[in-house]
DNA sequence: ATCTTGTTTC
């Protein structure tokens, strides 16, 4: 790989838009190094504190993950300039740095700066991807304020953040007010109506454009790719991509990374790594975004070999770095048994997430070793990490495969009462299974009562396990017939319904349970484990 | 200077 020599191109450092392509191909450190000495340079010369110099300084440091810095150089800005705000502000909305960039929007209110139209896209986005909703909608009342609905680049990004809340219609409202759509409005609203499962919806927004004379691109193909590959219409797919190719358009790595993540999606894994080769075989390289789609194919069909080339592959591409990909190899060498791998990963990780640390206390309750789980749910807490429901899911299931019967309560109480976040099925039914297991049996069944949803089959069957374990035959029936309600065709319910009516001498049950397994042409498949341990 | 396509943990 060709590395791009960078002191001879400072200045290009300096132009917004290239700093991805330095960092693919020299990595961020390199890049950061090289950038500091610019830095200095520009400021032993006296032009470091220039609006236009400092706002790329700006755009350079959020663009390598130093907003501290970033910060710096705009404080050393003359006067508070708002272009430079939109700099910051944009740099950090790009970049995952959404708290920031509203943040940043709330000292420059403070400061009395002016509203510009050319923030609002990035505070849209910003509040798009923390799902601000209030934010979001104080920012589109700003722009009827301010008379911006007529700017297209606007609309776009309120198109997009209302899709993104699942609100079409309002979307659509805002589509429909703007007098002028062009090429992105239209694609915000179709790509809105494709992640909304309303791909036909979005199909026939293609022939409204081509009306108007607007001819599709790439973005458009690959919103309605998305769009139907999601909702597993394979034939659909197909048929976009004549199309597409037939209207001159190529299919792109977001094409078959689309194709791809459908596929996992609808659990066709096999599909997913025979569409991965397929866009190989024609000539495209893989992304971080194509990656990170991949990885979870392998990881459910334990495939550790193709995991491990899809590692090889992101060590020497240097997309290993990438957030996604690194939690996304974390969690597939946690979840096919190769802890020691998860572990190393995790510690290589300098920017931990939430995702990070939620895959990493799965790994380890997977695999029994709650102490570890609970070793770094502790360090969670201590770092002010943000924790969610997954984490709680995680910590929870560590507890009760661990034994850890009162801590499970305690966490189960801190999670609602500390950290607001309502119990979910899955909560409930690690509570389930972490009485149940203690021989609660008791409890855990006042814990299915007391679910102000109605309880799934994980909440029974946890349960009915501990039933059978603790020998509660009373319960074990109610268990088992909710069970046989909830899940007919499962098989495994019915027999161990039937054998449990057998034990208690209920013939007749029996009976009328095997017919209706009969009928329903039930089979029991063998237990099989997919983990593939054919690799060194 | 700002917008629209694909992305990880259940």
């Known amino acids: ?24 191909t020299n990595g961020r450190d390199r890049l950061l190094c090289q950038g500091r000495k610019l830095h200095a340079h520009l400021v032993t010369s006296g032009i470091a504190r220039l609006t236009r110099i400092a706002a790329k300084l700006v755009g350079f440091y959020v663009e390598c993950g130093k907003v501290t810095d970033a910060k710096k150089a705009f404080d050393g800005m003359p006067k508070r300039d708002i272009s430079g705000c939109v700099v910051m502000i944009g740099a950090c909305a790009r970049n995952g740095y959404y708290q920031e960039s509203l943040g940043f929007f709330g000292e420059m209110n403070k400061e009395g700066l002016k509203l510009d139209a050319f923030m609002i896209p990035s505070l849209l986005k910003a509040s798009r991807n923390l799902l601000d909703q209030e934010f979001g909608r104080m920012i589109h009342c700003m722009v009827l304020k301010c008379s911006f609905e007529s700017d297209a680049f606007v609309v776009s990004s309120l198109i997009d953040m209302y899709s993104k809340f699942g609100e079409v219609e309002n979307a659509r409202k805002v589509f429909n007010d ?12 179709i790509s809105g109506y494709a992640n909304n499962s309303q791909s036909d919806e979005a199909l026939n927004l293609v022939q409204d454009m081509k009306l108007l004379g607007i001819k599709p691109d790439i973005i458009t193909w690959n919103a309605l790719i998305a769009g139907f590959s999601h909702m597993g219409n394979e034939e659909k797919v197909s048929e976009i991509l004549e199309i597409m190719c037939l209207d001159g358009h190529k299919p792109d790595v977001v094409s078959w990374t689309s194709i791809i993540s459908g596929l996992v999606h609808n659990f066709q894994n096999e599909k997913a790594l025979d569409g991965f080769k397929q866009m190989l075989a024609h000539g495209l390289y893989p992304n971080s975004a194509t990656i990170t789609t991949l990885l979870p194919a392998c990881t459910t069909l334990a495939n550790v070999k193709h995991g491990k080339e899809i590692h090889s592959y992101s060590v020497v591409t240097g997309l290993e770095d990438h957030g996604f990909v690194r939690s996304a190899l974390l969690d597939m060498y946690g979840k096919c048994g190769f802890i020691s791998e998860a572990m190393i990963l995790f510690r290589m990780t300098p920017k931990k997430t939430t995702v990070t640390f939620n895959s990493m206390i799965f790994c380890y309750a997977n695999h029994g070793l709650s102490d570890k789980a609970v070793e770094l749910f502790n360090q969670m807490e201590a770092k002010g990490e943000k924790l969610d429901h997954l984490t709680f899911t995680a910590i929870l ?140």
């Open 1 to 24: 790989m060709n590395k791009i020599s960078i002191v001879p191109c400072s200045f290009r450092l300096l132009s917004v838009g290239y700093y991805a392509e330095l960092i693919e």
């Open 397 to 536: 299931t560590a507890c009760s495969h661990g034994g850890l019967t009162d801590l499970g309560q305690k966490l189960f109480l801190l999670m609602q009462n500390k950290y607001r976040i309502d119990p979910r099925l899955e909560h409930y039914a690690c509570m389930v299974d972490l009485l149940g297991r203690a021989g609660k049996l008791v409890e855990a069944y006042e814990m299915i009562k007391a679910m102000p949803m109605e309880p799934d089959l994980f909440a029974w069957g946890a349960l009915l396990g501990a039933c059978r374990n603790h020998g509660n035959m009373e319960l074990a029936k109610i268990a088992a017939e909710r069970l046989a309600e909830l899940e007919p065709e499962n098989s495994g319910n019915g027999l161990l319904l039937s054998s449990l009516y057998a034990n208690a001498g209920s013939w007749e049950s029996v009976v009328r349970l095997k017919k209706m397994i009969k009928k329903k042409k039930l089979r029991r498949f063998p237990g099989s484990s997919w983990v593939d341990d054919k690799v060194s």
């Open 178 to 189: 703007l007098a002028e759509q062009d090429l992105a409005v239209f694609n915000a609203m």
